[in-house]
């Protein structure tokens, strides 16, 4: 079982609030990565980091913002949230180094955030 | 363009009985191939890894194979359970990149039948 947490599993919101979704691993790992998954679709990567103070936009361009402050926190911030940003968020951490995904590097997942915005 | 695909995308089996599902990829160059397993409403975990030299790897009643010179994997489940009722996603992931990319495919949902 992976030590990767988010919090909260579930919100409904509003159009135009402030959320931030939280993410904490307690493996010490320095990768961590955000990605957003509808149903069917595959994982995209919205974020990532390679350390504290490190971090940068993935391939799906999104309107959130992420910060590194500690090594094992990750949080996700919509400063203003729209329907369009209904999905699951799941946030990840590997046991790599660098930039390179190694051949043997594991990634694991927390359990995702389903974020409905009405 | 890299791209990951899986077939079927929607595959029902009766509890028992032994299914096989593929993935299909262009991802150069290649590094490695992962497996993930995804039940409803959580995040996927790791079934298997292979890299390039590597033709077969077993989780237990999970096997994946992996084809390098046709890009093709398959993972092939025995003796099914109703436990293993889940989205089963192919991962490739690229060498030489700076930001070593890892391709997600759309997954194969596989439900279970008693």
């Known amino acids: 079982e992976a030590d990767i947490y988010q919090t909260p599993r579930y919100l409904v919101i509003g159009t135009g609030k402030k959320i931030t979704l939280e993410c904490s691993q307690t493996m010490g790992h320095d990768k961590m990565y955000w990605y957003q998954q509808d149903p069917g679709m595959e994982l995209h990567l919205i974020h990532y980091?390679?350390?504290?103070?490190?971090?940068e936009k993935g391939d799906l361009s999104s309107e959130s913002t992420v910060s590194r402050i500690r090594t094992e926190h990750f949080p996700l911030t919509l400063e203003s949230a729209r329907p369009s940003h209904t999905s699951q968020y799941l946030c990840?951490?590997?046991?790599?180094?660098?930039?390179?995904?190694?051949?043997?590097?594991?990634?694991?997942f927390g359990s995702g955030t389903q974020l409905s915005v009405l | 363009k890299n791209q990951v695909e899986q077939s079927p995308q929607s595959l029902i089996i009766l509890e028992g009985k032994n299914c096989t599902l593929q993935c299909n990829y262009t991802v150069s160059p290649f590094s490695n191939l992962r497996w993930y397993k995804q039940d409803t409403g959580r995040g996927p975990v790791s079934l298997t890894i292979m890299t390039f030299s590597e033709n077969t790897k077993s989780n237990g009643r999970y096997t994946a194979t992996l084809d390098a010179d046709t890009k093709q994997s398959s993972l092939h489940i025995t003796a099914s359970q109703l436990s293993d009722s889940a989205s089963y996603i192919c991962?490739?992931?690229?060498?030489?990149?700076?930001?070593?990319?890892?391709?997600f495919g759309r997954g194969t949902q596989l439900t279970v039948w008693p």
């Open positions: 980091s390679y350390g504290v103070n490190s971090t």
């Open positions: 990840a951490s590997s046991d790599g180094a660098g930039q390179q995904v190694a051949t043997n590097e594991k990634l694991f």
């Open positions: 991962v490739v992931s690229d060498r030489g990149s700076t930001l070593g990319r890892l391709y």
